[in-house]
């Protein structure tokens, strides 16, 4: 009995300390580099700007939390939608965090309705946000 109560306690203690890294990732700017481009996205409460000068877009998008490593993103504004076709506003998209190597954080995500998993992974380069996103925040505060 006592060895399944560790084998629980350790389990448990387990998953808290991987939900206790996923924190360092809800706020900051993290860069994302792809075989399409270089991709910026900033974080802060429950808001997340996309931006990529390649491609000239910004989007606002909300985040729902279902747990430290476990959310899901909403379309919510287009700033600046530069060369690309407009996104489909009514996309949510489900996001999980299943591995951390000091400032880089690998996500797997799936938009609702697909069963088309996508993974990759994002660097983070900065603790606080800039202050385009600051501005942005401050007139969707009001």
Excluded: H, W
Aim: proline share 2%.
């Amino acid at each position: 009995m006592k060895k399944i109560a560790l084998i629980l306690f350790l389990t448990i203690s387990k998953v808290n300390l991987y939900s206790q890294d996923c924190k360092d990732f809800k706020e900051g700017i993290f860069q994302n580099v792809t075989e399409y481009g270089q991709f910026i996205m900033e974080r802060k409460d429950n808001f997340q700007l996309e931006k990529s000068a390649e491609y000239g877009i910004i989007y606002l998008n909300k985040i729902d939390k279902i747990n430290n490593c476990d959310y899901i993103v909403k379309r919510y504004k287009i700033i600046d939608n530069g060369i690309l076709p407009e996104p489909n506003m009514k996309d949510i998209i489900k996001t999980n965090i299943y591995k951390i190597e000091g400032k880089i954080f690998y996500y797997r995500f799936n938009l609702i309705g697909t069963n088309i998993p996508i993974e990759g992974k994002f660097i983070k380069i900065s603790d606080s946000i800039s202050d385009e996103f600051k501005a942005i925040l401050t007139k969707e505060k009001k």
